[in-house]
């Protein structure tokens, strides 16, 4: 059985920064690939950030580009996801996500991940 478990959340002012990490457990993490989707208060989950398994290729949603950065650390069984230049429409709970998969391809539907943690909450705010 998958888990993951995010961490990292928290209050900033806009214009700052966090950094976020999702543990999986229950398998071997390069056996997936994961991602981050967020759903602002009273708006749609929506698609951040994915990254296969290799962490060869990562795809962004157009609004993070140049202020989020995803990597993942195979030996740590986690993925992180670095928040920059925070903005007031950042405010969301972020859910990490995995799918089993093996090849290069990153996926955005919800759908496609089997695996979610419970969310982080992230709020930008002066």
């Known amino acids: 059985q998958v888990q993951l478990v995010e961490s990292g959340g928290g209050l900033v002012h806009p214009g700052g920064s966090l950094r976020l990490s999702c543990a999986l457990s229950?398998?071997?993490?390069?056996?997936?690939?994961v991602g981050w989707f967020r759903q602002p208060p009273g708006k749609e989950l929506e698609f951040v950030v994915g990254?296969?398994?290799?962490?060869?290729?990562?795809y962004y949603t157009d609004s993070v580009k140049d202020r989020f950065t995803v990597s993942r650390d195979n030996a740590k069984h986690t993925v992180y996801l670095q928040l920059n230049s925070l903005k007031p429409e950042d405010t969301a709970v972020y859910y990490c996500?995995?799918?089993?998969?093996?090849?290069?391809?990153?996926?955005?539907?919800?759908?496609?991940?089997?695996?979610w943690g419970r969310g982080t909450q992230v709020t930008v705010s002066s």
């Open positions: 996500v995995a799918r089993a998969s093996s090849d290069y391809n990153v996926l955005k539907e919800p759908s496609a991940y089997r695996y």
């Open positions: 229950g398998r071997a993490f390069t056996d997936y690939a």
């Open positions: 990254i296969n398994w290799s962490g060869s290729n990562t």
